[in-house]
């Protein structure tokens, strides 16, 4: 396989941003608070990636960007552009740890149970404000959820808090809010006004008991019982926690609500949601998508809303984003698919992922979710999907339903797409 085209040292500019090394050059993770960021600062996003990188943006399942092919003597270049467009850390050291999860419709969604973006806004600087909570891993993950119609629940958080009322939440750890009887429950409710405290309590009891190699809340929850967490997390509080909350589930969440126009808050606007194919934007697409609405919002899904839109020119917009290649209603082929960066940008695929679900996406059975691997880390796949194509080659796959076994090997795309055209798998 071919070498990394970069030197694995993290860019030059002090503690604000890192840029890591890939195999199509380096990979600058733009963190957005709640996925939101305005029109100016997308072109600021396309503007360096055109400039100093290779001019490929991609959408995240955390809801942030990816700035890719970022030319080794133009990092810092790149860090400082996109520090001055209001979208690095507040301090450094805490660029990692900015992982507070939102619907992509918090403060927008008036059928919710409240605005959480207050309360979210108040634990992120709480997050980058004390320098211990530095040592939690990139990967750990708080959400809050304010009961939106359209909340990524499949996503395992190493801690969740959702609205059971306006004034009280529930919370968990290494999980989501529960939906279905069979579901964990949620551990305790709490005041709104006693959420930073909990979370502070709860993320130093974490760094109290995780041994080095436990950088998840699920790590730590295989040498540590959730009893003796909360005995910790309780003695650090001033209140006590309710436990009385074993009956209560969150109502759904519709992720078909990420496309299409819907009515925004209590104001006259909506906002417009569509798919890029497989996360992916071009520079020169970002810039469009901004002359669209003057805010957009990332989802988990790797997908995009643009907000504040004028409901006379909603339909327009929906047009231009079809024309713009982005998948406009659910039932569209890239709104189906999934693919890690595959070959292109990392050297442990073993195949061209992006290409090969291009190519799948000609000949997509009409239902069902696709993802495609380039290898068992499934890192686009952050929730179960149903039919998984491991590749194992150039251009070959096994082929995976929900069981550990292969249902097909070493397929090519197109068999690959036979095989799902007849399976009733996805029916
Ligand atoms: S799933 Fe494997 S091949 Fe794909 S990006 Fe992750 S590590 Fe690379």
């Known amino acids: 396989m071919q070498a990394s085209t970069q030197a694995s040292r993290p860019s030059a500019c002090p503690g604000l941003m890192r840029i890591v090394p890939a195999r199509d050059g380096g990979l600058c993770r733009v963190r957005l608070a709640w996925g939101e960021l305005s029109a100016a600062q997308a072109r600021a996003v396309a503007e360096v990636s055109q400039a100093f990188g290779s001019g490929v943006i991609d959408v995240t399942n955390r809801a942030n960007l990816q700035i890719r092919g970022v030319q080794e003597h133009s990092q810092d270049a790149l860090i400082s552009r996109v520090v001055s467009a209001g979208l690095g850390p507040a301090t450094p050291g805490a660029d990692d740890l900015r992982n507070v999860m939102l619907s992509p419709l918090a403060g927008l969604?008036?059928?919710?149970?409240?605005?959480?973006?207050?309360?979210?806004?108040?634990?992120?600087?709480?997050?980058?404000?004390?320098?211990?909570?530095?040592?939690?891993?990139?990967?750990?993950?708080?959400?809050?959820?304010?009961?939106?119609?359209l909340s990524m629940l499949d996503h395992p958080h190493d801690v969740w808090i959702s609205a059971v009322s306006a004034q009280r939440f529930a919370f968990g750890l290494a999980g989501c809010p529960p939906r279905f009887e069979h579901d964990a429950p949620a551990l305790a409710?709490?005041?709104?006004?006693?959420?930073?405290?909990?979370?502070?309590?709860?993320?130093?009891?974490?760094?109290?008991?995780?041994?080095?190699?436990?950088?998840?809340?699920?790590?730590?929850?295989?040498?540590?019982?959730?009893?003796?967490?909360?005995?910790?997390?309780?003695?650090?509080?001033?209140?006590?926690?309710?436990?009385?909350?074993?009956?209560?589930?969150?109502?759904?969440?519709?992720?078909?609500?990420?496309?299409?126009?819907h009515r925004q808050g209590t104001g006259d606007s909506v906002c417009v949601g569509a798919q890029a194919p497989l996360g992916r934007l071009s520079a020169a697409t970002l810039s469009a998508l901004a002359d669209l609405a003057p805010r957009l919002r990332m989802t988990p899904w790797q997908s995009?809303?643009?907000?504040?839109?004028?409901?006379?020119?909603?339909?327009?917009?929906?047009?231009?984003?079809?024309?713009l290649g982005l998948a406009t209603t659910p039932d569209e082929p890239f709104a189906r698919l999934i693919a890690c960066t595959g070959s292109q940008g990392c050297a442990k695929s073993f195949a061209d992922t992006k290409a090969d679900a291009h190519l799948l996406a000609r000949s997509m059975p009409p239902m069902g979710d696709v993802h495609l691997s380039g290898c068992?880390?499934?890192?686009?796949?952050?929730?179960?999907?149903?039919?998984?194509?491991?590749?194992?080659?150039?251009?070959?796959?096994?082929?995976?339903?929900?069981a550990p076994e292969a249902l097909a090997r070493h397929l090519t795309i197109e068999q690959a797409a036979c095989w799902l055209a007849r399976s009733p798998l996805d029916a």
Request: charged fraction near 20%.
């Open 376 to 402: 068992a880390r499934s890192c686009a796949a952050a929730h179960p999907v149903r039919t998984t194509l491991m590749a194992v080659a150039p251009g070959r796959y096994d082929l995976y339903g929900e």
């Open 304 to 323: 995009v809303m643009l907000l504040d839109v004028q409901p006379a020119a909603a339909q327009a917009v929906v047009e231009q984003l079809a024309a």
């Open 109 to 149: 969604d008036p059928d919710a149970v409240l605005d959480v973006t207050p309360l979210a806004s108040v634990l992120l600087d709480q997050l980058q404000s004390d320098a211990r909570l530095h040592q939690l891993s990139p990967k750990f993950a708080l959400m809050v959820d304010g009961g939106e119609r």
């Open 189 to 261: 409710v709490l005041e709104t006004a006693h959420i930073p405290a909990l979370v502070d309590a709860l993320l130093h009891t974490f760094l109290d008991l995780a041994l080095p190699s436990q950088t998840r809340m699920r790590d730590l929850l295989t040498t540590c019982s959730i009893e003796e967490i909360l005995g910790r997390v309780q003695d650090k509080l001033g209140f006590p926690l309710d436990h009385d909350v074993e009956n209560w589930r969150r109502p759904a969440s519709d992720a078909r609500l990420r496309f299409g126009v």
